[in-house]
């Protein structure tokens, strides 16, 4: 079976800086891969790269099978590609449900835009309440389940999710993985970018370990868990 | 009172202008933080495409409602193109240079405009011919001409059908998503290009409605008259708000109005020692005003949320 998303020898610079040293990385359809790694070790950047926030400086991707840098960026996610940002960035002044149907911009069947949007009610009550509200007006972690539910109305293939749980508070993270453990659980394939490793493993198939642009280890989620460079880097746990 | 009422309706026409050409400012910067002071110089050539439109039609026995339909559908289109090349040629190269070069760039092409219009027109004032009926209705000493009317009506319709689009469409969703976060807005898969392309269209249309309405109002055109309109318009953008469409259109407004009250009182008010000609005066004291205790205007937004 071909990955459904298939990178190759992916680098990225910034000037003179490279972020993204020659990575290689597959995510099968309905996989759960999770990548861990320190801040500034070029996952947020993989991320951009593969939904055309940044141009990759080598290397390539294929999604589906197809070259996607021939496919502009604001034609992905059409193909099913969608990417939470870092920061969430939502719209803040528009209303919730603006920010819900910007994520279904690009789709031509509006008619099953009301049944979607009563799915992503349904999977975040809160935004239902405040869906006339200013998207500036939400809490952090209402934001993170704004940007997720307008990713989910794009309808995707395979979600990107950079730093789900950043800022949040515990409770607010606990959530959020609840909602990212329900989308998976639909079929949807998910490519997780997360610090917190142990709740990013524990709902994963798969995890890549990247450090200074590169990835230095490969393993089911279950064996990386087990493994003491990452227990002792990203799980926090000193003894091993 | 009777002066006052009059003023009011002065105010009211001239601020109908002012809106229709602070929307333009007022919407490209919304979208890419750009101060477009070429923009005064399209609604300059709205107003001369018009003006000579308008004499080659009647010249051919066309009746003057068809034959000004017509001057006014081709000063749109002209300025639609014309503002489409400037975003594709002066602006988008310069997309991710420093903010000083667009603006430089911006100042560049208002004089290229200005000194190409003085080509083809000529540097002396053209009239606007007479094809507006010139009667006018009288209430209570106050005299509404059938131009000033049809201005105020028609620039308060292309008002709504603006405000319809930006705030009930989804391409009007797409806008604001553009001008919040483009980045965020192409990953929702909006052609950001197209929609700063498209905002300098609609801008463009604006103004060359802008620019009719001024040419026929003062029965003159020339190819320097985009260059004081223009920065009263964006005063007016400034006053509501740069970057808040609403705000243009109140700033429009309330920029003609002071300007028309103050046209008509200052004569009274220094005893004669200055006159109505001193009105420019009014439009820059407000500018000054707004920037030193007001700099966000208006309807602004406190602080700009760039990521």
Redesign the interface.
Known sequence: MNPLLEVRNLCVRYGGITAVDGVDLDVMEGERVTLIGANGAGKSSTLKALAGLVAPAGGGFTYGGQDLQSIPPWQRVSRGLALVPEGRGVFNRLTIEENLLMGAYHRKDSSALPGELDHVYGLFARLHERRHQQAGTLSGGEQQMLAIGRALMSRPRLLMLDEPSMGLAPLMVEKIFEVIRKIAAEGVTLLLVEQNARLALALSDRAYVMESGRIVLVDTAAACMENPMVRAAYLGDGGG | MDIFLQQLVNGLTLGSIYALVALGYTMVYGIMELINFAHGDVVMVGAMVALTALQVLTGWGLPPGIALAMAVAMAMAVCMVLGLAIERVAYRPLRRAPKLAPLITAIGLSIVLQQLAALIWGRSYRSFPAVLPADSVSWHGVIITSIQALIIVLAALLMAVLLLLVKRT?LG??M??TA??P??????????DRIIALTFALGSVLAAVAGVMVAAYYNVGNYTMGFMLGLKAFTAAVLGGIGNIPGAMLGGLLLGVVEAMGAGYIGDLTGGYFGSNYKDVFAFLVLIGVLVFHPNGLLG?RAR?K?
Request: glycine share 10%; charged share 15%.
């Open positions: 989804a969703r797409a604001r998503a919040q976060n980045g965020v807005a192409q990953l929702m898969g909006v052609n950001t937004s949320e990521v």
